[in-house]
């Protein structure tokens, strides 16, 4: 069964800084990863969709990075803005899961610090 | 921007009451997806429908949770009878059915049961 990891569950940096946020994820027969983000009260927002043969993907101040044969997602977010505060979650979609299911991770909070 | 659009948005009822939560797509979205989430589970995926069908259904309780979908424009779930351990926030998402293309999730329906 596919499970995904985010760690650390919280992660507090002063503003201008840049953010690392980190995902694994057990079996590595993925479609695809995709990043969201979400805010307080609010559903989840895609920031970023790696596809199983890419290695990156790049959005602005966002990058994303898998690697597939580790397990592994990086988001960086550079030169970070109180604006970027909210949760980030990752997920993937599993090869053996029927459809365009989604597993996803428990998230990551961020708080940037003006 | 086309919006998943999910009602109601707040819900607070009593225990064993009827609830109903509605959603409707992005126009052209040939899957859409049930997710709750609370603060212990995470992300879970309830059900999940492509051209209106049910495909997965098998995160749900089956005794009282039910998903339909009468038409292209209208998803529902309903709960019957409602328990405490129902307070969630639930989510709507839909997306085309390519693997490429990331889903879009509505605002959520945070749902109380008293």
């Known amino acids: 069964k596919q499970e995904v990891t985010q760690i650390p569950a919280a992660l507090s940096v002063p503003e201008g800084e840049n953010l690392v946020l980190n995902c694994s994820f057990t079996d590595s027969a993925i479609y695809n990863l995709q990043w969201f983000r979400q805010d307080p009260g609010k559903g989840l927002t895609s920031l970023l969709l790696?596809?199983?043969?890419?290695r990156e993907q790049t959005s602005g101040r966002l990058n994303a990075s898998l690697d597939k044969s580790s397990g592994r997602s990086t988001l960086y977010i550079a030169a970070s803005q109180p604006g970027d505060s909210a949760t980030y979650l990752c997920?993937?979609?599993?090869?053996?899961?029927?459809?365009?299911?989604?597993?996803f991770g428990g998230g990551t909070r961020v708080l940037v610090k003006p | 921007d086309a919006r998943v659009t999910q009602t109601p948005r707040h819900k607070v009822t009593e225990m064993g009451q009827e609830v109903t939560m509605r959603c409707q797509p992005i126009?052209?979205?040939?899957?859409v997806f049930w997710y709750r989430q609370t603060m212990m589970q995470g992300l879970e995926l309830l059900a999940y429908?492509?051209?209106?069908?049910?495909?997965?259904d098998s995160g749900m309780p089956k005794d009282r949770f039910s998903a339909e979908m009468p038409d292209a424009t209208l998803a529902t779930l309903k709960i019957q009878p409602s328990e405490p351990r129902d307070s969630a926030v639930y989510f709507c998402?839909?997306?085309?059915?390519?693997?490429?293309?990331?889903?879009?999730f509505g605002d959520g329906t945070r749902l109380s049961i008293l």
């Open positions: 790696i596809q199983s043969s890419q």
């Open positions: 997920a993937v979609r599993p090869i053996k899961a029927a459809g365009n299911k989604l597993t």
């Open positions: 998402a839909s997306g085309p059915d390519y693997s490429n293309q990331p889903q879009h």
């Open positions: 429908f492509r051209n209106r069908a049910p495909l997965d």
């Open positions: 126009l052209g979205h040939n899957t």
